[in-house]
Nanobody, 115 residues
Framework: QVQLVESGGGLVQPGGSLSLSCAAS????????MGWFRQAPGKQRELVAA???????NYADSVKGRFTISRDFAKNTVYLQMNSLNPEDTAVYYC?????????WGRGTQVTVSS
């Protein structure tokens, strides 16, 4: 059974940093495009960043230059380093794994940026 478990969310002040982690169980990690999505209250879920098995990355315009996605195949884990956070980054952040057959989702972790 495939599971994606996020960790690292929390409360941070504007301008601060947080690092999210997503550990993937099962055999999908090595063949998945891994991504982070977020959903703010009253808004649609949106792609934040994604990384292919070859290391190619893609970012939403709103986070370029501030967020960095990376993955560790030895640990079956994908990371999202978030710097220069602002209140507009407040959302539930979801880990996503996409194979050729289907898409998997984690349960999400709350990130709140507030003074």
């Amino acid at each position: 059974q495939v599971q994606l478990v996020e960790s690292g969310g929390g409360l941070v002040q504007p301008g601060g940093s947080l690092s999210l982690s997503c550990a993937a169980s099962g055999s999908i990690f090595s063949r998945s495009v891994m991504g982070w999505f977020r959903q703010a209250p009253g808004k649609q879920r949106e792609l934040v960043a994604a990384i292919t098995t070859g290391g190619t990355t893609n970012y939403a315009d709103s986070v370029k230059g501030r967020f960095t996605i990376s993955r560790d195949f030895a640990k079956n884990t994908v990371y999202l380093q978030m710097n220069s956070l602002n209140p507009e980054d407040t959302a539930v952040y979801y880990c996503n794994a996409k194979t050729s057959a289907r898409v998997y989702w984690g349960r999400g972790t709350q990130v709140t940026v507030s003074s």
